[in-house]
Structure formats: structure tokens, C-alpha cells
């Protein structure tokens, strides 16, 4: 073979080596330039905070769904909503958090009322340091049909039990939502015997027991019973819409109902959790929030006359024994 056609390696990296003396440090410049701006966009790739958040909420579909969409839009963080139903308001959420304790699916919990967030702060389902926190205020209300003819507004809701509000009260299923916290919060203030006493005499006067509050501040502003006991954001959406409904004042027997927000233990995508649990306590959401009737105000500070103030270590303590009571007594 002619040594002509022979190749020799060596030679061509002699003639690689030389071009790069003749260049100078320039390439050694280009290649940790070339570096470093790789390393800057793998880091930056996992810098990125999370494009999803997942939120579980308690408040009413038609009140968070248009916050969310804004949230949405002020972020770039995709919101996936997962919505309980108005016949189980809130228990189904807290149960569905509880089961995944061990292996979070949720970001954020949105509720609409204080016991089952306080319950599940208590089985460590939020995250340890800033869990949780309350904004704004609904309140539990006795609502009246505006013609009631001869039948009295009631004083108090002892009076409930009086054989003239005989099948003239609505209320929702006491075992789900505001309905059964208002109730195990009376409880608390009246005592165990005379409130069971109560509610047996309720339960035996005939009261309408349907699926959720909107139900029953809907049969009052119709005219269908006297009496409803149901929430303010349910009162005024029925006034909006032309039903015949006026709300009794707030009294000792009155509870305030904060929205809450928490942040799950081991949320999937903590970053942009944090990011929603600051906007949904943000002025401006609590203010359109109180403009479309979903809140009663911003601040539980406005309600200057008594309300009730529970104690809300023993009623979790007593949730069992009280929840037990309400389903012996209301079992449909």
C-alpha cells in the first residue's frame, strides 16, 4: 500500500492543536461561555415555578369559579378546581383530605365556614408553619317570608319549637356544612341537655330538612314555610333575584362563618400554592367577594352586638358525641 493513502490521526491533531494556538484564549472563552449558559438554563428549567395548582373548595362554584379565572390570568398558574355539592357542604372535602393524607393530591383548601378547617389543622392536614387562615365573615340567620300572614317572626330560635311554626321552618340537613357548625356550636353555649331537648322538639314540629341552605332560603322566599335557617350569602342571592325573604337580626344565637384558606402538608406544587393562598386573602378578593354577596363583610371586627364565641378546642373534642346526637335525632 502507497504510504500517500496511509492516515495517521496524529497528524491531524497536530494541525488542530496548532489552529488553536494561533487562536489564543478565545476558544477557551467561548467554551466556558457556552458552559455556563447551559448550566444557567438547566437551573433556570428547575427554578421554574410549578404552571398548576390544585384547590379544593368549599365555597360556592359560582362565587370562586370567576376568582380563580383571575387568578389564572394574573399568574399563568393553570387552576384545577374540585367543587364539593350543597347536599354534603364541606364534609365530603374534609374527608377526601383526610383519605389522602399520606399522599397529597391537593395545593390549597378553600372553606366556607371554621370547624372542619379547625379539624383538619388538628390532624396535621396542613402544612406546619402558616397553615392556615380566616378572612371575612358570612353569618347563620333566621330568614323569613316577607307575607307571613298571622304567624309571628320568631324571637329566638327556641321559639322554633312552638306549635305555630309547625312544617313552617326549613333547614338543611344538620349533619353537613354551616347547618351542622351552628348547631354543635348551640350545643356548646345552651348545654348538652337543653339543647337535645330543643332539637327533639324541632325534629317532632315537622320542619322541612332538605339539601342545602340555598334550598331552604328558597322555600321561604317562595312563600312554601314561614321560616328558614340558613346562611347570609344564601339570603341575599334569593333577594337578587326578586324572592319575597328578609333576614332577622344578628343576635347571642348568631354565628359568624369566615371563609378559611390552607396550604396542604407535602402540597405537590408549594410554590404556586403560596401564591393563591396570599391572592384569596388579598383586599381586593374579599371586597368582590362582599359585592356579590358571597361574604357579609371584611371584617368580623364590624358586628359590634354579641354573637356566639365558641370554644373551639372542646367542640372538636365533642364533634363525635355531637355529630352521633344530631343523627340520632335528624336521620332521615
Given at each position: 500500500m502507497d504510504n500517500k493513502d496511509t492516515y495517521d490521526w496524529r497528524q491531524d491533531a497536530k494541525r488542530f492543536l496548532h489552529m488553536l494556538i494561533h487562536i489564543g484564549p478565545m476558544w477557551l472563552i467561548a467554551l466556558v461561555a457556552l458552559s455556563?449558559?447551559?448550566?444557567?438554563?438547566?437551573?433556570?428549567?428547575r427554578a421554574k415555578p410549578s404552571s398548576e395548582v390544585v384547590i379544593y373548595a368549599a365555597q360556592d362554584q359560582v362565587y370562586a369559579e370567576p376568582i380563580l379565572k383571575e387568578f389564572e390570568k394574573q399568574?399563568?398558574?393553570?387552576?384545577r378546581a374540585i367543587y364539593d355539592s350543597e347536599a354534603t357542604k364541606t364534609v365530603a372535602i374534609a374527608n377526601r383530605l383526610l383519605a389522602e393524607r399520606s399522599h397529597p393530591q391537593c395545593d390549597v383548601y378553600w372553606g366556607n365556614e371554621e370547624l372542619r378547617t379547625r379539624q383538619l389543622a388538628a390532624q396535621n392536614v396542613f402544612r406546619e408553619t402558616n397553615g392556615w387562615a380566616a378572612f371575612g365573615y358570612r353569618s347563620r340567620r333566621i330568614a323569613v317570608a316577607e307575607v307571613n300572614g298571622p304567624v309571628p317572626n320568631p324571637a329566638s330560635l327556641m321559639d322554633l319549637t312552638n306549635a305555630v311554626y309547625r312544617g313552617q321552618v326549613a333547614l338543611a340537613y344538620p349533619l353537613f356544612g354551616s347547618t351542622a357548625t351552628h348547631l354543635l356550636a348551640l350545643r356548646q353555649h345552651w348545654g348538652v341537655t337543653a339543647w337535645e331537648n330543643w332539637c327533639r322538639a324541632l325534629a317532632a314540629n315537622k320542619p322541612f330538612v332538605v339539601d342545602g341552605n340555598s334550598v331552604a332560603a328558597r322555600m321561604a322566599a317562595k312563600g312554601q314555610v314561614t321560616v328558614a335557617l340558613t346562611d347570609s350569602d344564601d339570603i341575599a342571592a334569593e333577594i337578587r333575584e326578586g324572592g319575597k325573604l328578609k333576614p332577622l337580626p344578628i343576635t347571642g344565637e348568631t354565628l359568624l362563618l369566615p371563609n378559611t384558606v390552607a396550604v396542604i402538608r407535602s402540597a405537590p406544587h408549594p410554590g404556586a400554592a403560596q401564591q393563591l393562598f396570599e391572592h384569596l386573602q388579598s383586599r381586593v378578593v374579599i371586597e368582590r367577594l362582599v359585592q356579590t354577596g358571597a361574604l357579609e363583610g371584611a371584617s368580623r371586627n364590624e358586628i359590634t352586638n354579641a354573637t356566639l364565641?365558641?370554644?373551639?378546642?372542646?367542640l372538636l373534642r365533642d364533634l363525635d358525641s355531637g355529630t352521633k346526637q344530631l343523627q340520632g335525632i335528624f336521620l332521615r
Open positions: 455556563a449558559g447551559f448550566a444557567f438554563n438547566l437551573l433556570s428549567c399568574s399563568g398558574i393553570k387552576v364565641m365558641p370554644d373551639w378546642d372542646a
